[in-house]
């Protein structure tokens, strides 16, 4: 009778061991479901509020105060500057909280895809940001891509170059012409006399190809590269990581 008691008092232990853990097993899930329904009500809650991704915005600000803490990035940055260049072309604020640099190749389509949100960003925010136009034209991928830098440069010096940039962005070509060129200059009121003699000018020529070794020395290997405030974020962004990332920078910019 005593081995029968103790079998029996076994199967009671483990059948309350049984039920111990069916309890915790439930108990953990309704956490989890609780802890689920919690991020969704603030994901929502969000949203309701004009933040259309919460949770993009928490991935970026955590990967910009990492790299902002990092001290090699720290010493980097200290080395590196902004990338900004007082030759460039710029458009916005004067003195910015945020300096964005950008390299480009006008025949590359990710630049192509990055043109209309970077420039809405800056002419929204013209008091705070200050962008920067550098070039790194890659004519094996895209011909005529450096004539239509320098055609740039060249309108920059008769006071148009955002009309010629535009231009050229909004042709949505791969490659370019002499033909482009002048028709662009044509329509935007330059004088072609002198834009032609500049297009043969080497100097507007030593420009490009400085920015194109700039880019290399700073790590530049394919377009669009950002340089925010000197760190450098590579391919083409969409108007809500911009955004966040501006909102970031300039909130570390000014602590």
Known sequence: MAFSSTQEHGKINAMSLKKILGLSLIVALLLLVGAFLWQVSIYFKSIRSGETSPIKRQQIQTSIERALSDPRVKEYLAKQGNMDDARAPFIGASKPQLTIVEFLDYGCPFCQAAFEPIRELVTRRSDEIRLVIRDFPVDDLHPGATQAAIAARCADKQGSF??????????????????????IAREIGLDQVAFKTCLEDDSVKQLVEQDVLAGINAGVEGTPVFFFNGIKIQGALDRESLEIIADELIKHSVK
């Open 162 to 183: 955002w009309p010629y940039h535009d231009k050229l962005f909004l042709l949505k070509q791969d490659q370019f012409v002499e033909r482009d060129l002048t028709q």
